[in-house]
């Protein structure tokens, strides 16, 4: 199976980041986050996030793979599953993973974005690494696409909203967001597009291959 | 006459997330979420055998259960 990647810019160049379910491991290594000082929002998410997630994996409803949901669904389509993917690259070797993103697919298969996280005071070669939230609703639209979902959805706040009104090119999200299949198209073929531009040829090629 | 020339999307959204830290939480999922690590804490203040009692219990019935 193709790997969910995406790109962020770090030190001057465009590079890859992989967005992959979190087994038990991912999920205790991003709730160390909490051990960061100062303590931030990221942080107090990522920890809230892996409880809820182990308190849902007692109970049987969380996938740790894209294959586990898959077989989830196909034991029984109206399953309520949740999930935690988390970001990382070998190439940032100072912070094992970059940002989380915990997410539940519904009973009437579409998916709902609970938390997003990016960890905080992220760098390389001294320079802060940027894109990675967008980037992570790129990677969490590819998933939607290559499960056939139609509809990602989540409740926004005053700080979440003008991030997602940015990333969707749709500056009316008030306190949810809803992206349907054209938005979600549209989205992808925006950051493609933009990657294309940005990556070197034979970088591009190897993304596509 | 100035043209004013239009900023890249992607350019735009990275300036903005360097600016605003992305951490989003739904206002439901993080109630839900506060409430499990209550109800986690609260049960490790009372853990559901007291130290001590299956150990009498299997004393007295030589038996765990």
Redesign the interface.
């Known amino acids: 199976m193709k790997p969910f990647i995406f790109y962020v810019?770090a030190a001057g160049e465009f590079r890859a980041v992989e967005l992959k379910f979190a087994a038990e491991a991912e999920v205790r290594s991003v709730r160390m986050w909490r051990k960061m000082a100062p303590a931030?929002?990221?942080s107090e998410?990522a920890a809230?996030?892996a409880?809820?997630w182990f308190?849902y994996t007692r109970e049987g409803a969380t996938a740790a793979s894209l294959d586990e949901l898959r077989a989830a669904i196909a034991r029984n389509a109206r399953s309520e599953i949740a999930f935690l993917l988390v970001a990382g690259a070998e190439w940032t070797t100072r912070h094992r993973f970059l940002?989380l993103a915990?997410c539940r697919r519904t009973w009437c298969h579409r998916l709902?974005?609970?938390?997003?996280?990016?960890r905080?005071e992220l760098s390389f070669a001294g320079q802060?690494i940027?894109?990675?939230?967008?980037g992570?609703i790129f990677g969490l639209a590819s998933l939607a696409s290559s499960l056939g979902v139609d509809v990602i959805w989540?409740?926004?706040?005053a700080?979440?909203a003008?991030?997602y009104g940015?990333?969707l090119?749709t500056p009316s999200v008030k306190d949810f967001f809803i992206i349907r299949q054209d938005p979600m198209r549209r989205l992808r073929q925006?950051?493609l597009a933009?990657l294309k531009k940005r990556l070197a040829p034979s970088e591009w090629r190897t993304y596509c291959s | 006459v100035k043209t004013r020339q239009r900023r890249d999307w992607l350019d735009e959204v990275f300036d903005y997330e360097a600016s605003h830290p992305v951490a989003f939480a739904s206002p439901r999922a993080l109630m839900e979420a506060r409430l499990i690590a209550e109800m986690d804490k609260a049960r490790g203040h009372r853990p559901a055998h007291p130290r001590g009692i299956a150990s009498r219990h299997r004393r007295r019935n030589g038996s765990a259960f």
């Open positions: 810019e931030t929002d990221a998410f809230l996030a409880k809820r308190y940002a915990y709902v974005l609970d938390f997003l996280a990016v905080p802060p940027r894109g990675v939230g967008t992570m989540g409740e926004a706040t700080s979440s003008p991030f940015k990333v090119g925006r950051y933009k």
